[in-house]
């Protein structure tokens, strides 16, 4: 019998869409087994489920999905049924709803559907997680912030997460609340970590052998500090702004590629050769002096 | 004889300090011959010139200077006057003020005044300019943007600038209007271009090698674009995300130095070795799979 294989991670932005083409949503369900799939949501991140359920449930329906299953845990104990463990084990997919990540992985973290969550995934479940439940997927988690923040020790909070996906940090609604600030102090706390920040209405989709794949309308950014030269974090006090150098960043959107592991790019062909000359000015028409 | 030596370059963010220390002003006068200095300060740019000459000179006199003139291009004939060129001929310093680079760039550019300037920089003249007189400085300036805007080709119109400083856009009160996504999209046009976004009440100095020193109470973000392996640029409508790899951003304070020949910086030396822990994680604690 061959090794289990894990499942597929979506890690999408928020606010993707439910109601028209729902591509983020159906190549979640494809991935799942399509109509035969076993689609379990978990809206236990927000405090008003039912109609996130319900938007959900309609959703995977309308694109042919028949064994579907809502659940919200409103307490741990709830996090402990049998019932619904049960039901974990069962699905091919389980989707996790936006809300409070820190009410999700609070209720959660440590629990039997925890446990069983982790035991799921490295035999096949796919995972999805939006918003909240985007934040939540990784083992360091952005608990709270501020967006519009230049990197400061008081740009972000982080917390444990639930430990789905490690090496990186994840923010969400990305671009929309102009979070690179943030996820740039995230990465100077330990240039280990990769930072991810997700745009609205897009996915990004990691592969069991690391490799992840940008899917929707926006981009994916990522922050990676493996190169960085120097850093004043450890001197600052909160709210002062942070010193560094060698921070990377790449934006990438439909066709890029990343590996986790070696941090490799593919770049699509047609985007291969970095623009080279803007209708202002090209390189040969400047002279090497530095100023003047 | 010996070959004439540039002058200093005080490229300051906006909102410097005209009341207190005034640590940038000082140091401008300073480099210009403190109180031998003989400074000209232009609000050209100004729709309202006459409260920030008033105000620039009283924070020059309180420095000690004796010798300060005060002037205001309405038109560009004003700027082909024989009077006020005579005034920059003489001047160790010129200090243009804040207020619309267009309208600076567009009143001076081609003029005597204009010039003048450029002769009396290589000859040693001292040049500070703030706000929308810092804008103005580089070759290739951004005269229009959104601030708190992700990569995108509506993110800046670019214009060409008074040309004092090549090789780097410039952009200003830039943590306080988070201004790194235009800033980025502004250097993705042309990765020659460095992008130097520099914060209020702070200065980026360039010395006649080159060599580039930050002060004040902010910090100077560098986005440098020459390692780029890719980017979407060329077949973007004006509002969609750009994508792309590799840019390079090092965030600099007091005490670290950039040289814009060689792109190589200088960290303070107790800030060299990047943090390596945070309080929740280090790397020995992470098994090297890339999920799960």
């Given at each position: 019998m061959s090794k289990p294989t894990r499942g597929n991670l979506f890690v999408v932005g928020g606010a993707?869409?439910?109601?028209?083409?729902?591509l983020i949503l159906r190549r979640f369900l494809d991935a799942a087994g399509a109509e035969a799939a076993r689609i379990l949501v978990v809206a236990?991140?927000?405090?008003?489920?039912e109609k996130l359920l319900a938007d959900y449930e309609s959703a995977f329906r309308e694109l042919g999905a028949s064994d579907i299953h809502l659940c919200y845990q409103e307490q741990r104990a709830d996090a402990q049924d049998p019932a619904v463990i049960a039901l974990l084990r069962q699905a091919t997919g389980v989707y996790f709803t936006g809300g409070d990540q820190l009410k999700l992985v609070t209720t959660l973290g440590g629990t039997g559907f925890a446990s069983a969550l982790h035991d799921c995934y490295r035999s096949g479940l796919h995972i999805g997680g939006t918003s909240a439940g985007a934040s939540a997927?990784?083992?360091?988690?952005?608990?709270r912030g501020r967006g519009r923040s230049a990197p400061r020790l008081a740009s972000v909070r982080l917390s444990p997460g639930l430990?789905?996906?490690?090496?990186v940090i994840v923010d969400q609604h990305f671009q929309e609340r102009d979070r690179i600030g943030r996820l740039m102090a995230a990465v100077l706390r330990n240039p280990y970590m990769l930072g991810f920040g997700i745009d609205e209405d897009t996915a990004f989709i990691v592969s069991p052998d690391g490799r992840v794949e940008v899917l929707g309308r926006g981009t994916l950014t990522i922050v990676d500090g493996?190169?960085?030269?120097?850093?004043s974090i450890a001197d600052m006090k909160e709210n002062e702004p942070i010193a560094f150098a060698g921070m990377k960043v790449h934006v990438l959107g439909t066709g890029w590629e990343f590996q986790i592991g070696s941090r490799a790019i593919t770049v699509p062909h047609h985007h291969?050769?970095?623009?080279?000359?803007s209708d202002l000015i090209t390189t040969s028409t400047i002279p090497e002096g530095d100023t003047e």
């Open positions: 993707e869409d439910k109601e028209r083409g729902k236990t991140a927000s405090a008003r489920p997927m990784s083992t360091v988690m952005i608990a430990g789905i996906l490690r090496r493996a190169e960085l030269i120097g850093s291969h050769t970095p623009a080279s000359a």
